[in-house]
């Protein structure tokens, strides 16, 4: 895979202030926040930061943003470090977190009090929101502006030493309430919240919110490209402002770049929590899920993921990307990386009456690659073939497969002819009786061409193994934009059960194959001695 450093506005910015010694080396920071599980999202945001570390041999942090102790938990910090490691990046140094400056934060916004910049503010969230005005209409005042700095020194001082309720008290910025920008009009700065922090424990009872927050993170860190999605366009103002009003070292600038927004998928915490709190799907790691859990169990590699970025590109402009670009990526790493192997996922019983015995082939283990080998698969008179590779009669000109009365080659073996078959009292075929020709392994027959050539696993050693077959869990395209419950794809998880050749019984949960004929499928968890389950990660073509 291509390892090109890419182009976008960002990089240009980068260059551009590299060389004009602007800043001297590059510090970026990935600033998840710890309520939920990342999900593809993410990965993007991962990949440019963590990217641009790699591309000018810089640095980047891994910033938790842990201000709203109510949503947090220590799980969901775990699982996201686990991320940005199988995804293969490094942080520099230890992990942070927002609440490692919660003392920082104190003392500046004391000193935007001293300042006159700040206030404490007795209106209820309520009153602040109806004071703020709308896009038409200016704010009005607090009347609680104009306090002396004396007065909000001791009401802070209050707030801090649990003196207000919850929702009684904030600290607001005292900017303009009348600002066309609705983050500038006194954007709240702390809030009451009596809640035990995963980090600071009941140090606190009054946390900063995040405008307040990231600017003075990302300068106390030396970050120099602080970067993040559109929605924040504006609140860069507010960014830009907290920094120039308080003595602190750092230079940091915001860029904000276009989210990802894939077909199909939810890219919110918000509602993949929902899904996962309804149990909608099967947790955080179901394989529907695009988190990076659920794409990992699905089959997804790290190679695939940090493809698919480079693939999207990194821009302004908001777009929907469609799903099977990202099935593109790990077609690709998979039909290079995964062996090959045989799998009947919905069985019927082929009898080949004049065979006897059994024999050991020889059948490769990935046909673009010798280095992969060739592994030893018993062939025998009863097998099992897939029950749509075999038709009594069919229309269909262009059909390759066994027909009943014609001939097709079992894959890395012989020429097999269908004589009769067998049908349960519902007319659906269980068996196929076939004769071989004996004179036809590893060479074609005489007299007549054979096209087709189907898989196949052996009745008497195959395994019993569960396939999970998956599509999208919602039908529209834009899923975020509905009642998630109005669009639930019925047939989002199929379970089929078939035979995998034994070869397969060493695999390792996580570990990858192309079946062939049938898609590329990754171990899943769940399986045990008796069924292995496979998850099928995607099918070999794009479906139009
Ligand atoms: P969500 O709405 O899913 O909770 P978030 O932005 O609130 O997303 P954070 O944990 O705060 O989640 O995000 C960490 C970083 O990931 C932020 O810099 C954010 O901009 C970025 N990010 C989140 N979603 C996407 C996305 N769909 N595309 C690109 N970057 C994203
Ligand atoms: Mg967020």
Known sequence: MSVERPTNFIYNIIEEDLA???????????????????????VKSICLNFGIKEDFNGKCNLRFDDTNPVKEKVDFVKSIEEDVRWLGFEWDGKVRY??????????????????????VDELSPDQIRQYRGDLTTPGTNSPYRDRSVEENLRLFE???????AEGSASLRAKIDMASP??????????????????????????????DFTHCISDALEGITHSLCTLEFQDNRRLYDWVLENITIDGTPHQYEFARLNLEYVLTSKRKLTQLVEEKIVNGW???????VAGLRRRGYTPASLREFCRRIGVSKQDNLVEYQALEACIRDDLNEKAPRAMAVIEPIK???????GSEQLSISNHPQNESYGHREVEFGPELYIERNDFAITTEDKGFKRLLHGGEVRLRGSYVIKAESYETDSEGNVTTVYATYDPDTLGKKPEGRKVKGVIHWVNAKTAKPAEFRHYDHLFTSKTPGAHDVHEILNPNSLIVLNGFIEPALDNAKVGDSFQFER??????????????AVFNLTVELKARI
């Open 285 to 291: 790691d179901d394989p529907r899920m695009p988190t």
């Open 350 to 356: 082929l009898v080949i009456t004049n065979y006897e």
């Open 158 to 164: 209050k707030m801090r030493a649990g003196g207000f």
């Open 98 to 119: 927002a609440s490692d400056y919660f003392d920082a934060l104190y003392e500046y916004a004391i000193e935007l009090i001293k300042k006159g910049l700040a206030y």
């Open 181 to 210: 920008f609705m983050v500038m009009r006194d954007p709240v700065l702390y809030r009451i919240k009596f809640a035990s922090h995963h980090q600071t424990g009941d140090k606190w009872c009054i946390y900063p919110m995040y």
């Open 20 to 42: 004009s010694g602007k800043y001297q080396t590059t510090y970026t920071r990935f600033p998840p926040e710890p309520n939920g599980y990342l999900h593809i999202g993410h």
């Open 518 to 531: 049938n898609g590329y499928y990754c171990k899943d968890e769940d399986s045990t001695a008796d069924k």
